[in-house]
């Protein structure tokens, strides 16, 4: 399937989404989406998108009125609370699984390319199109290259500091950011990785030319 017609679908389908009231309709889209996370080839990120979802659930799930289900000190889960805290999480893993589903078999970078080309005509109005997805579709490619950097300097942080506590952790995490912020704006090109994860700034002068 072309990436414009994955797009649409998901447009579609995320629209859909606003339509899901009931807690039958939700848990069945919960499950769904549960089941895409739990694929083959999906599973990448399950810790950040579990600790999100349960973050959405647990942000929704007080300060409702309706019939007390549960009650502790000032805190309480009522029937509406707990449809909407389900509702609410139910939407965001749809949207979540929906994103895995349109970027598996399709880039980023095509999907970038297919996005510019919907909106291409907002520049006729002096939107800066072009611009903003050069800059998207150069950022998508330097987060692998900054993701490795920030692990090897962690890395070698961790190994030469004597300390080995979460203060020494948050310490060397925090002298690591501004250096390798300034590395990222100075130099982009080291951190670009091609499309075998090989760093295109370490290729010799021989790779260089057969590219």
Do not use: C
């Amino acid at each position: 399937m072309r990436a414009s017609s994955k797009i649409l679908l998901y447009i579609a389908f995320s629209a859909s989404l606003f339509w899901v009231e009931g807690k039958t309709a939700a848990l069945w889209l919960l499950t769904s989406s549960l089941a895409v996370f739990l694929a083959p080839g999906m599973k990448r990120g399950m810790i950040p998108i579990s600790l999100f979802l349960l973050t959405t659930f647990l942000g929704n799930l007080f300060f409702h009125p309706g019939r007390v289900l549960i009650e502790a000190g000032p805190l309480s889960i009522t029937d509406e609370s707990l449809r909407t805290a389900i509702v609410r999480t139910a939407r965001v893993s749809g949207l979540i699984a929906g994103a895995k589903l349109l970027t598996r078999g399709t880039s980023v970078e095509e999907i970038l390319e297919t996005l510019k080309r919907f909106f291409l005509p907002l520049e006729r109005i002096r939107v800066p199109v072009r611009e903003f997805f050069e800059t998207a579709t150069l950022t998508f490619r330097l987060l692998p290259g900054i993701r490795a950097k920030a692990v090897k300097s962690y890395r070698e942080g961790i190994s030469s500091t004597t300390g080995n506590g979460p203060l020494d952790r948050i310490r060397i995490v925090a002298t690591l950011m501004l250096p390798l912020m300034i590395n990222t704006i100075r130099s982009p090109e080291e951190l670009l990785y091609d499309d075998e994860g090989v760093p295109e700034a370490g290729l010799g002068e021989g790779d260089q030319r057969s590219r």
